[in-house]
């Protein structure tokens, strides 16, 4: 029996120590197409995807540069989702900032080599430029509750600071529980005292991150678009969600609208990666939310947008984590328990 699934597509922060050797681990029968990538890595005089994942040190300073982590999560969760069990139908496709530029090339509407021009041009200039930074805070309590006032007040926090003379603050993403903020460090470094310290680490500051969605990086989105046209955009073989939450139907997509939208909007404006989430719940009712890899960090907001929602009756963490026991809603393919349920 055929089984649905919102396939979805991480983004920057997920490749990590544990992560080292992941191509080589899961996808060694995917050689000719890590072959393209390390070309298009090689004419660029950046060290190839494979070396990089065959390397027997990590180190964070080196591996969350966007340069080098855009390409590395491409290519894994990439290859996850063509290493799909054939009995899985996915009946939709999105992802989590970064992992939008994924999901286009899962879904069809980059070719695989034209999606990592696309990961690999951005990256490289997210790292080049490195405007601003990043940091994450929980707004929902440890039972996942949804906590709209608590929300409302952090995100007024952000908005007094960032009206302030030299500070820059937004929101970047709506995380699930989580809300990403991104700034220049006058405002980041304005907001990190005026919360209360949470499960000892947070407010926290995402290591070489710039300030993604906010309009600091219009520069990046200029410069985008000045190297990747539009004629790179097909219509998608499957819908995709965006981070507005909008559908792009494949046979009615404007192709230039997609583009304009992913080197535009996506880059400048805040990312709501719950109601992704939540339309995909909502329109396709599907069996399986799938995540792929690299890491397993975006279950938990995946999780969270769904309980937020009250998908299935889920109302909170221990709702979720009995509904999870009981029949696996939520796969993570960086999760080596899961994996095999998404792969067969």
Request: glycine share 10%; net charge negative.
């Amino acid at each position: 029996m055929t089984r649905t699934a919102v396939l979805i597509c991480p983004g920057r922060g997920t490749y990590n120590k544990a992560e080292l050797g992941y191509l080589h681990r899961h996808h060694a029968d995917k050689a000719a197409l890590f072959a393209g990538f390390d070309a298009q890595r090689r004419d660029a005089g950046q060290e190839e995807v494979t070396a990089l994942d065959a390397a027997t040190r990590f180190s964070v300073s080196k591996y969350s540069r966007g340069d080098i982590a855009s390409s590395l999560i491409y290519a894994s969760s990439l290859a996850d989702a063509q290493s799909l069990a054939e009995d899985i139908e996915v009946v939709v496709v999105t992802g989590n900032s970064m992992g939008w530029y994924i999901a286009l090339a899962a879904a069809g509407a980059l070719n695989a080599a034209d999606g990592f021009k696309v990961v690999n041009t951005m990256g490289t200039l997210m790292q080049e430029q490195l405007i601003g930074g990043q940091l994450v805070y929980p707004f929902a309590g440890p039972d996942w509750q949804n906590d709209p006032a608590r929300k409302a007040d952090l995100l007024a926090l952000a908005a007094e600071i960032n009206a302030r003379e030299g500070h820059d603050l937004a929101l970047s993403i709506d995380l699930g529980g989580l809300l990403v903020l991104a700034g220049n460090e006058a405002g980041l470094a304005a907001f990190e005292p005026a919360v209360p310290v949470v499960d000892e680490r947070f407010p926290m500051r995402l290591a070489n991150h710039a300030a993604f969605h906010t309009a600091l990086q219009a520069p990046v989105a200029a410069e985008g678009r000045k190297r990747l046209g539009a004629d790179l955009f097909t219509q998608p073989n499957v819908p995709l969600i965006d981070g507005r939450g909008q559908i792009w139907w494949p046979g009615a997509t404007d192709t230039q609208a997609l583009w304009d939208y992913t080197l535009g909007h996506q880059v400048v404006e805040p990312y709501d990666f719950t109601r992704a989430v939540q339309n995909a719940a909502y329109e396709f009712a599907p069996d399986l939310f799938i995540v792929t890899g690299p890491g397993t960090t975006l279950g938990g907001a995946v999780a969270q947008s769904l309980v937020h929602c009250g998908w299935n009756g889920m109302t909170g963490k221990a709702a979720f984590k009995a509904r999870q026991a009981e029949n696996p809603l939520l796969v993570s393919m960086g999760d080596e328990a899961q994996r095999g349920i998404a792969t067969g």
